[in-house]
């Protein structure tokens, strides 16, 4: 709620109850801290100004004040102790999960998030599709090195470490996308290493259980017509339409491709797309493939079949997460990099 | 700390071995011992450190300790824990000679605890070539069919990296008292003056008593 | 550097080597001091870059991986080559020992290695940057410090040959406080500088050692493959969090609590009263230094720690805000029924209040469970900190380098000049800083390269905080530097001030005073004569 005055449609959204009873605290403090702020740095200015040298005051030799000293103890230890009280009550609110939660694991690694529904046995990438009013459980793990779950929206967040399980919980009340970002450095693609949950109502998200796809699902917060509108304006930015190689560029971003596949030549997990299309690749067992259509078809819904010479089979399949469109301009943008 | 200042008097003729900041022997002395005192603190925090991480993986995989210290040879380990007391002994009567000012004498049982230390450093060597030879190394070099508990790469980790830092201390410990005995023979010592052997010689317990704790630790796991 | 007449530590020996081979406290204390401030140059220009990186939310003018290395080398210089050891190693080598009545700290050669090791130490994690660099952040957080193929090693040797400079120095400082105190300074006496320093010392000493052997284990677990951090050989990456921030907790206040030092003994000399409360500000560093070994683990709520873990530790850290409150509470206080003059010094003293209270306050957010789940590891941390260590520190460092200026080179800064610099660093300060408290707080993690849209706005308020905070800087470095060379004369004590090391002539003689002081008063006493 406290930042929802500002920009509607940009800012936090409390998604949650747990959201609510977290600004609930956080507004707490941030009161409490303005009116300390004006006590001391106010107190400051005013004693500085009113005992500067050559004003009428008389000075006086003072050492202290034990009166005053033992109050300035205690009262912020009252504070304190009420503010830890009330930090640790919603804490254990927020690390423990309703015994009726729905379950979703998650894959961490470098720069994705692999998400797998229990019950269908799905498999998702950078998208976690769960039901509003519900609670969900995480339980995550990791790959290779030290991640972190964050869903602003939820106020939670947990390190997702190798060799161990964490969780998260939520109970989104607010459908749309909510933005999650990994928040334990990880390496190159950190900053790229992002997901949405994807909060729908049950019967959406018992339709998408049963195979539907929601591609333009709103943000949180944000109703239909914002979302349109703000679709429109983006549209309006980009002058011309859309070429196919263009709307690719744009997929390998929102898929999170570009964490591991650069377009300018640089090694990162992956190969760049830079002078791939039409040239000839080697592969890990020594032979040679040129790296035509079926191939990156395949590379993408198959990514363990054929490993290129030097990289380790660790890319997760997109087969059933990329539509036949897409992949017709992702392959369009792949062509265009020369 | 011997840049005597000709300017200062110190009411008595001074020692050639105060230092112009300190007003008599016995207040350099004492900060001498203290400084020593506090090294020796951050020594044991130092040590600390590893004890710390050996208790955390002995309380996670005790079994695999018990099984894992079995091919530390604990006669090897017993005779080097008796060498090491013995030298603190002898260590001890080179310092009380040298207060004494009884200087052959101490340097004589420097000379003993340098020997001793070495025989130390023999035995540990008979040891590792052992662990070397039968694949029992840290982590990721650990190759050993024998020993079955898959963390078991983590004991020689731990083992070597205490009783590795341990025998760094031991080698140092041996300079160190070689450096003394060298001063000691240009006859810097006296009575009066003998802060450098007796900080050898906190030294050099400091360094038996944490192989007192290795030990048991490592070669007589329950 | 002087041409003042009279003998004095500065022409008390000439030539290079005089000054590299010295045992002179005090001017091992301006070697340090410069060292250090180059380093805060090098560290600027990262920070300055990282801000410039951050101007725009996609690449502005560095790839992630460049990025990466910015922030690294930007925090490990910062905090192993600049907070840690500058007050400690150059104010405190300069002025502790006079403050004191002694000719020399307790062992001077130990001193002259303390600052050699520094520098090899410093020599170490820099030439990192001529190779492939350190892109795991100054944490060190494994595995993926571990696996990344950068030469961390360097910045890992470096900061472990750093730490052993930073024990000798609290090893010596604590002797020379228990023994070469001049006649009639009893600890009741002794300033409130010496004071945060014994107390900084205690740190080092006993955290210090806990960071060394931490670095060496994490140098054996890439050189050797140890495991005992790597969770693929069995090893426990969360318990390298534990070790790491064991030390570096307590180091927060290594770096803290000398600055305290400093406002306890600017703020009474600048407002003509005796400091309000001594025993409580003394006790109080000692309370935080002891709290401090005891709260590691509020860095480690989300890290998977146990929840008793965090139950303890966050109750534990709402106990240092108690004496740090203490303190602040006291410095505002001593104000009253003073007669408050606005010298350089003191307009930082109070500049520093203004950004510690909110480095304080903040922390409070911090400590607290629920509230630091959704805050940890983003922007607010990054401004909490910057808010404390720069905010705290570097405006302390800065009072202190001016309230000692005249005694250390024996010459006079220009006020107005220090007053302009002084705004430009306190306005550019919170223009920076303060926007990314906004930022974290809707959601923006910290080590980012990139960021979403929506964040635009404020991180270019911050970009454009920084390049006032620069121009600060070097404003300061100017002035300084001119009036190094031939500002006015300045007499032995300049701010009326009535530590010892006022009663040496400026700059001081070789060996601080002509005759061993006498301390028959304390030092606040500042009477007022009846009219």
Known sequence: MFFKEAHAAEMLVAGSEIAHSWDLLWNFLVWLSVFFFILVVGGMVYLAITYRAGSKHKPKYITGNHALEALWTAIPTILLLIIFAWGYALYGKMIHAPSDAMEVRVVAKQWLFQFQYPDTGRTTINEVYVPVNKPVKLVMSSEDVLHSFFIPNFRVKSDIVPGMYTSVWFEANVPGKHQVYCTEYCGTSHSQMMAQVIALSPEDFEAWKAGKKFDSVPRAGQTLAEAQAEAAKIALKQSAPMSLADQGKALTEAKGCIACHSADGSVKVGPSYKGLFGHEVELADGSKVTADENYLRESIENPNAKIVKGFQPVMPTFKGLITETELNAILAYIKSVK | MSNSHADNSHGHGHHPALAHHFNNMEDQFEAAKFGMWLFLVTEVLMFGGLFIGYIVFRGLYPEMFAEAHKVLSVPMGALNTIVLITSSLTMLLGVTSAQRGERTKSVRFLWVTILLAACFLVVKYFEYSHKFHEGLLPGALFHNEHITHPKAPLFFSLYFMMTGLHGFHVVVGMCLIFWIIRRSKRNEFSPEFYTPVELVGFYWHFVDLVWIYLFPLMYLVP | ?531
């Open chain 3, 1 to 531: 550097m002087t041409t003042s007449s009279h003998s004095n530590y500065l022409n008390h020996s000439k030539g290079l080597w005089s000054w590299l081979s010295t045992l002179d406290h005090k001017r091992i204390g301006l070697m340090y001091l410069f060292t250090t401030l180059t380093f805060f140059l090098v560290g600027g220009i990262f920070a300055l870059l990282i801000r410039l990186e951050l101007f725009t939310p996609g690449q502005t003018i560095m790839d992630p991986n460049t990025y990466n290395r910015m922030f690294t080398y930007h925090g490990a210089i910062m905090v192993f080559l600049v907070i840690i050891p500058a007050i400690p190693g150059a104010l405190g080598n300069f002025i502790m020992p006079i403050m004191l009545g002694a000719k020399d700290v307790a062992f001077p050669r130990l001193n002259l290695a303390s600052y050699w090791i520094y520098v090899a130490g410093a020599v170490f994690a820099t030439s990192a940057l001529f190779l492939k660099g350190a892109d795991t952040g100054w944490t060190f957080y494994t595995p993926y410090s571990i696996r990344t193929n950068s030469t961390v090693i360097l910045v890992l040797t470096g900061a472990f040959i750093a730490g052993f400079s930073s024990i000798l120095t609290g090893l010596n400082f604590i002797v020379t406080i228990h023994k070469l105190r001049a006649p009639g300074q009893s600890w009741s006496r002794l300033p409130l500088f010496v004071w945060a320093l014994y107390a900084t010392s205690i740190v080092q000493v006993l955290a210090t050692p806990v960071l060394a052997i931490t670095l060496l284990l994490l140098m054996m677990e890439r050189l050797l493959g140890i495991g005992i951090f790597d969770p693929k050989l069995g090893g426990d990456p969360v318990l390298f969090q534990h070790f790491f921030w064991f030390y570096s907790h307590p180091a927060v206040y290594i770096m803290a609590l000398p600055g305290f030092g400093i406002i306890s003994e600017v703020i009474p000399v600048f407002s003509r009263k005796p400091i309000f409360g001594y025993k409580a500000i003394a006790y109080s560093s000692f309370g935080i230094a002891l709290i401090a070994f005891i709260v590691w683990g509020h860095h480690m709520y989300v890290s998977g720690q146990s929840e008793l873990a965090n139950f303890v530790f966050s109750l534990l850290t709402m106990a240092v805000a108690v004496p740090t409150g203490i303190k602040v509470f006291s410095w505002v206080a001593t104000m009253y029924r003073g007669q408050v003059r606005f010298e350089a010094p003191m307009l930082y003293a109070l500049g520093f209040l203004e950004l510690f209270t909110v480095g304080g306050l903040t922390g409070v957010f911090l400590a607290t469970l629920a509230v630091d789940v959704h805050l940890t590891a983003t922007y607010f941390v990054v401004a909490h900190f910057h808010y404390v260590m720069v905010g705290g520190t570097i405006m302390a460092l800065l009072a202190g380098l001016h309230y000692w200026f005249p005694k250390m080179s024996g010459r006079m800064y220009p006020e107005k000049p220090a007053a302009i610099a002084f705004w430009f660093i306190l306005v550019g300060f919170n223009v920076t800083f303060f926007p990314q408290f906004i930022l974290g707080a809707q959601g923006m993690p910290r080590r980012y390269w990139g960021y979403l849209p929506e964040f635009t706005l404020l991180n270019q308020i911050s970009t454009f905080g920084s390049w006032l905070l620069a121009v600060g800087f070097v404003y300061i470095a100017i002035y300084l530097w001119k009036a190094m060379r031939n500002g006015p004369v300045a007499t032995a004590n300049p701010w009326s001030g009535l530590t010892l090391e006022w009663q040496t002539s400026s700059p001081p003689p070789h060996d601080n005073f002509a005759n061993t002081p006498v301390v028959t008063q304390w030092p606040y006493e500042y009477r007022v004569e009846k009219a």
